[in-house]
């Protein structure tokens, strides 16, 4: 079965240091993730996907991710953070199980400070 | 670029009462979804929808729970009596397959 693990519960940087957001993946077949942001009391925003086409995938925002199968990672990365990128980020990975449910992983709290 | 709409934004209501949670997929998509999100935790899945029938559903969502196309277009959510426990944000989605998913902005629905 499909699961996303994310490592760190929260993660704290600077103003314009490098933002690492950890996601490992575990799938018997291809897998496709994706990264949503969650603002406040907002809704999922798509920042990015990967699905089989290049391992280097650039988002919105500034936000990339590289897939990794060797390390089942699909990490996410900013070269530089900003205020507003403080948010709730949720690594996911489809489970092609009839109906492509989506599964979340626990999420990682970004803080940015100044 | 065409939106998953949600209505109500949020929605109060006592416990035991009925809710209904309305959504507008995208419409040329064929696959729907409910997800709830409980303050503070991950994002869950509650059901998948697709030809007009449950495809598939997590062991949260129990016969409290149903979902209903009525009319082509709407997608909605019914909670037939509702717990404390209920009280959560509630995402729709919808899909045409693996990789184009659309959530919408979610109701915060709050059981009192």
């Known amino acids: 079965a499909q699961s996303v693990t994310q490592l760190g519960s929260h993660v704290s940087v600077s103003e314009g240091a490098l933002v690492l957001l950890r996601c490992n993946y575990s799938?018997?077949?291809?897998?496709?993730l994706f990264w949503y942001v969650q603002y406040p009391n907002q809704g999922l925003q798509l920042l990015l996907k990967?699905?089989?086409?290049?391992?280097l995938v650039k988002g919105i925002n500034g936000f990339e991710a590289e897939f990794k199968k060797s390390e089942t990672s699909f990490h996410l990365t900013k070269p530089s953070a900003h205020m507003s990128d403080a948010a709730e980020y949720f690594c996911a990975v489809i489970a092609n199980t009839g109906g492509f449910k989506t599964i979340f992983g626990a999420g990682t709290r970004l803080f940015v400070k100044a | 670029e065409p939106e998953v709409t949600q209505t109500p934004s949020h929605q109060v209501t006592q416990m035991g009462q009925e809710v209904i949670l309305r959504c507008v997929p995208i419409?040329?998509?064929?696959?729907f979804y409910w997800y709830r999100q409980i303050l503070g935790q991950k994002v869950e899945f509650l059901v998948s929808f697709y030809n007009n029938e449950i495809s598939e559903k997590s062991e949260i969502f129990d016969d409290q729970f149903s979902v209903e196309r009525p009319d082509g277009s709407n997608f909605t959510l019914k909670i037939r009596s509702t717990k404390l426990e209920d009280s959560a944000m509630y995402f729709c989605?919808?899909?045409?397959?693996?990789?184009?998913?659309?959530f919408g902005n979610g109701t915060r629905l709050t059981v009192t």
């Open positions: 799938s018997s077949v291809p897998p496709y």
């Open positions: 990967y699905t089989s086409a290049a391992t």
């Open positions: 419409s040329n998509h064929l696959y």
């Open positions: 989605a919808s899909s045409t397959d693996h990789d184009r998913f659309h």
